[in-house]
């Protein structure tokens, strides 16, 4: 395996598991209120947060640059204040990846918190339990297996994002370059070796994830 | 004493609860059919929802009073409610369930507290199942168990033994209404049941819906139902009408079928309904006697309303007998194809040798004839 190779590699776990802590972090509370309150601009959310399934990722990169580019909404400011933009770092991977990841999180975790009884969590409140701890003690734990499933999608779908990581992050070896972007590159440039190595690896690790998920399950269930 | 007092008044869409009743010590049973408003009363008495008006008090606390704007977060009313389907938390053992309300006590007290009521209610070696490695018995008690540990002021039990099978919940019946007489905690059960509303209650509200159409205690529920429609939830059969020839505070003299009738009137209550008005009444199959042809002929002195009819129809329940008889008097039967449902034991229809012989005489003691006022 070449460095280029084994730089790709590196890069594209390390995106990946940052973004599933960033769809961790923002996703289950963002499920857990779809799932459960009723509040101003539910809809816009939900719409907002599902969009990046459907639009094709190269659209929904366009709206990553439009906000975050060094001309965008968000990335003007930023630059100014600062000299530096987010757009050809790896963190701009990072964002691509949990904005396309999110979805699949929302989606999973939020039917499994809707499939928890309600009564239990009435039950948690008579014996005591404020909405915030309920959602902790007993309507989180019972989703569990539903939330688990999500984050491993979005493991996955982080690992594997291309389309809107090319738009915000680019293609730049050592560092931007994720395995996928690595594996075009690799075949565009006609290196069949260097990128067969890419796919197998990539194949691998995303077998480990499944497999790895589906113990998680079964203990879980 | 009253130890809990309810007026709720609660708007849905195509439903409005409004009922205010009153009760005691012991067990107060909310019995009625489905719809009719008994779980959206627990949930409104647990704080799990908000009434538009009423007022909501045990034991001098004041849960919620729409007048004052005073609405008591479920949280903070310290009731201890057995749902339907009890509500367990699967992910969690038997003895994390039952200490789940004993939350921000210390250590110490929480594993007393806990070990005593799982003593208590039989649940010992159980401690580190799960739920689903319950049978349906044992999580009813885990469920009452986890709503006793927080030692509330008032106890909810929404249809607790629905969930069961017919032989158990016979059972269960009996050691629920065992365990809730050895707490002593004041209860309110939910159940469209009758048999199991008068095995557990002191007091019997009937609903039907939306109102509370009476509020009595058991016995008194039992023997003088307040009207037509209370007798019907019960499953009251033999439900006639008829019409007064005179009504004293002792008795009411009543047509039926073109027969007189005579039947006690409550004491307590002393109907006295105008001659000629409609009057319903009914009369308790079991309480029907058919009259043995070999000791004579009958005595109208011991005899009392003695009618004469053929059985048109049977039906053998095990242990007893249901018959049919039409009257002998013309014109239309009152039940359909018969007047009168009748229930004997086996024995008694064997000896009679009922099976042969159709045509009988039979009388209906004048306190047997349960007048229901309009």
Known sequence: MTTEALDALVLSVRVAVVATLLNATLGIPLAYLLARRAFRGRAIVDLAVTLPLVLPPTVTGYYLIVLLGRRGWLGQPLYAATGWSVAFTWYAAVIAATVMALPLLVRTARAAIESVDRELEKAAYTLGRSEWRTALEVTLPLARNGIVAGLVLAFARALGEFGATLMLAGNIPGKTTTVPLAIYTAVQTGEMGEALVLVLALTALSCAVLVLAGRLGARAA | MSRLSVALRKKLAGFTLDVAWTAGDGVAVLFGPSGAGKTLTLQCLAGLLRPDAGRVVVDDRVFFDGATGVDLPPQARRIGYVFQGYALFTHLTVAANVAFGLRGRPRAERLRRSAEVIERLGLGGLEARYPSELSGG?????????????????????????????????????????????????????????????????????????????????????????????????????????????????????????????????????????????????????????????????????????????????????????????????????????????????????????????????????????????
């Open chain 2, 138 to 374: 044992q999580r009813q008690r885990v469920a009452l168990g986890r709503a006793l540990a927080i030692d509330p002021a008032l106890l909810l039990l929404d249809e607790p033994l629905s969930a069961l099978d017919a032989p158990l919940r016979r059972a269960l019946r009996d050691e629920l209404r065992e365990i809730l007489a050895a707490w002593g905690t004041a209860a309110v059960v939910v159940t469209h049941d009758f048999t199991e509303a008068y095995r557990l209650a002191d007091r019997i509200v009937v609903y039907d819906g939306g109102r509370v159409i009476q509020a009595a205690p058991r016995a008194e529920l039992l023997w003088q139902p307040a009207s037509e429609a209370v007798a019907g939830i019960m499953g009251l059969r033999n439900v006639l009408h008829g019409a007064v020839v005179k009504a004293t505070p002792e008795r009411i003299q009543l047509r039926w079928r073109g027969q007189t009738l005579e039947a006690v009137n409550s004491p307590t209550r002393s109907y006295l309904p105008p001659p000629d008005s409609p009057l319903a009444f009914f009369i308790r199959p079991e309480y029907v006697r058919l009259i043995r042809k070999d000791r004579g002929a009958p005595d109208p002195a011991h005899h009392m309303n003695l009618l004469s009819g053929r059985i048109v129809g049977e039906a053998d329940f095990g242990t007893v007998w249901s018959l049919r008889l039409r009257l002998d008097a013309p014109g239309a039967p009152a039940q359909g194809d018969f007047d009168l449902e009748v229930e004997v034991p086996h024995l008694v229809y064997e000896i009679l040798e009922i099976e042969r012989d159709r045509h009988w005489q039979f009388s209906i003691h004048r306190g047997s004839i349960h007048v229901l006022p309009a």
